[in-house]
């Protein structure tokens, strides 16, 4: 199997935790241990693509100290701060590239023809966006470049592009795949809130009222302090699923930035009901993970359903991704577990060895 050729769009933390990541997976390969019993993985495979078959070919960055720096430094790069893994990290031939701001995002711009002609020249597969929430007119920007280069694009943030329908026909109709929006991570605040909300529903116990506050020491956390309007959205989709009521829920993104966290998040829960005869039910809970990977123990499967979607020709939404999506184009109601299963078999039974959709 040809390894996935992917392209980042933001050299941030979530890129750090996947690249070290690959890397720590692709030594405990060589060392023998099988990948159905790689710790922290959901799926060994994705139609044949094991977890350290990446080779990343593009990068694009605004930061003044990663762009023109070899990817490598990039992702170790301050204000980074996804620890150190200990793992050796091969030098990868690829140099980040100036990427696209707002003000030079439009589509026939020089920024705009920049980044179609370096997918193109790479010869990638996907576009991982992996941008500052908050970034619209960016992500339409950059899902376009896609487009244009016919690479497959998946979205990690609340932004809309999946759930663009003027976007997501372009994409169905172009066969390239759209992966989007926001991806829910692995163990995070969302999955745990909304099993807890599903769990008192099931058992009869009404809700009263419930919060979330989420705080961390990484500059998502800053962002977001800010920029936390799709984001707080986004979680509340996450939640809305199996008829759980949102309206008595209250989500706040990024609750504070403490720096002494660094990449760490911790999350507080609260939920407050009434069981038998009006009694009240109370739970509190505290969640803490370390942020990056969280998120990259879903990119993991996002770009490896995207590779293999657009190997299989198939354009648009691939609902084998709705599962590790806050906000799944179409909506989680679209999407149940069979379909996504089914979708995932589909994928496996399907996807060819890159040919690659650039001649
Ligand atoms: N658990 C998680 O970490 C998690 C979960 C869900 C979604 N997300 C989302 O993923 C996104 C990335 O998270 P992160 O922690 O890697 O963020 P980060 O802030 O560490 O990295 C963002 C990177 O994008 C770069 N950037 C900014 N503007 C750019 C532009 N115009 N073009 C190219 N690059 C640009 C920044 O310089 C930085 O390197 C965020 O939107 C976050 O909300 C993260």
Redesign the pocket.
């Known amino acids: 199997m040809e390894p996935l050729r992917l392209a980042v769009?933001?050299?941030?933390?979530?890129?750090?935790?996947l690249f070290q990541g690959a890397e720590y997976y692709r030594r405990a390969d060589a060392e023998g241990i099988t990948e159905d019993s790689f710790p922290g993985i959901r799926l060994p495979r994705v139609a044949g693509l094991g977890v350290s078959d990446l080779r990343f070919v593009a990068a694009?960055?605004?930061?003044p100290a990663?762009v023109g720096a070899a990817f490598t430094d990039?992702v170790l790069?301050p204000?980074?701060?996804?620890p150190r893994l200990d793992v050796e990290l091969p030098e990868v031939d690829v140099v980040v590239d100036?990427?696209?701001?707002?003000a030079d995002?439009e589509p026939g711009s020089a920024a705009f023809d920049r980044v179609v002609e370096r997918l193109r020249q790479s010869r990638a597969e996907v576009l991982l966006?992996?941008?500052?929430?908050?970034?619209q007119k960016?992500a339409t920007a950059?899902a376009r470049a896609a487009l244009a280069a016919g690479v497959a694009a998946v979205n990690?943030?609340?932004?809309l592009m999946a759930r663009d329908p003027e976007l997501l026909a372009d994409f169905e109709r172009a066969g390239v795949p759209l992966i989007g929006d926001?991806?829910?991570?692995q163990f995070?605040t969302s999955v745990v809130h909304r099993a807890l909300l599903g769990l008192l529903a099931a058992r009869g116990i009404t809700l009263v009222s419930s919060y979330q506050l989420n705080f961390g020491g990484?500059?998502?956390f800053?962002?977001?302090r800010d920029q936390g309007a799709s984001?707080q959205q986004s979680k509340l989709n996450a939640l809305a699923q199996d008829g759980v009521d949102t309206s008595r829920v209250e989500v706040i993104?990024s609750a504070g930035f403490i720096g002494q966290l660094k990449?760490n998040?911790v999350a507080v829960l609260n939920l407050e009901g009434r069981g038998w005869a009006g009694t009240p039910v109370s739970l509190d809970l505290k969640l803490k993970?370390q942020?990056?990977?969280?998120?990259?123990g879903?990119i993991i499967d996002l770009v490896r359903i995207a590779a293999a979607a657009l190997r299989s020709g198939i354009g648009g939404f691939c609902p084998a991704a709705a599962g590790v999506l806050?906000s799944p184009a179409g909506g989680h109601g679209a999407h149940s577990p069979e379909v996504v299963a089914a979708s995932l078999r589909a994928l496996d039974d399907t996807a060819r060895p890159a040919a690659n959709a650039h001649p």
């Open positions: 769009a933001g050299v941030g933390n979530n890129i750090s935790a694009f960055d605004v930061h990663k990039a790069c204000p980074n701060n996804y100036e990427g696209m701001r707002v995002s966006y992996s941008l500052p929430t908050g970034l960016t950059y990690c943030t609340p932004e926001d991806l829910a991570s995070g990484n500059e998502d800053r962002n977001l984001k993104p990449d998040k993970v942020d990056s990977s969280n998120a990259s879903v806050k």
